[in-house]
């Protein structure tokens, strides 16, 4: 039984993370709020909330007693019971496949969304476009006023892709991983990051002393870990918690 405990600014980032971690959707699991988010008085006595997830164990199907095959009667045509017991087989199958949710439904359901929140920022215009390779499904927004989607360093991007992945694996039928994208802004922040990355190098070796980066999402500090593993004069690591984790880079002497 796989089980984590798992902290996040909301219960629901937290959840979402926790999904994330354990590549499964929320309906396959069960979730124990152990303890909910605090904003605290002027930043004193704020708490982060707290879950606990498990993943459900699948139900194991219990095999059928055998049944000793019935001898047709002398009137009744052999192979004729079988033929209607298959296509009821096949009605049955084709109802569950109906009923179960689509990767589809949670393509459309996730544009759905998104659309929803642009037009409350005064978006009216938004055009979404996707592509979708294994368990990753990528979204692209286009808009006269996409640098409100984008936000500053990315972050309203970031916070709308956290989102959408709650939405997508919501009707998912396997977990997805969603990534938003505007104007390119992931492949650009992706050069910055490894150009801030050797300058930071640089500059931990000339100095002789580690130094960090401002908190960034798990997949930004991937970046910069990527851009600096050939590199052999320093160590880098991952410090906090979320959504405070920040990267280090430390010269190695």
Known sequence: MKQITQTGTTVENAISAALEKLQVTREEVSIIIIQEEKKGFFGFGAKEAEVEV??????LKTPKNEVEPEIPAVNEIPGEKTVEKEGEEEATADVQEKSRPS????????????QSVAKEMGIEDLSISHTVKGKQASFYLESEKVAMLIGKRGHTLNSLQQLAQLVANKYANHFMMVELDAENYRERRQETLEQLADRMADKAIRTGSRVQFEPMPSYERKVIHQALSRRLDIDTYSEGKDPNRYLVIEPLR
Do not use: F, M, W
Request: no cysteine; charged share 40%; hydrophobic share 20%.
């Open 54 to 59: 498990t993943v459900n164990k699948p139900e």
């Open 103 to 114: 990767n589809d439904q949670a393509i459309e359901e996730t544009k759905k969304y998104l």
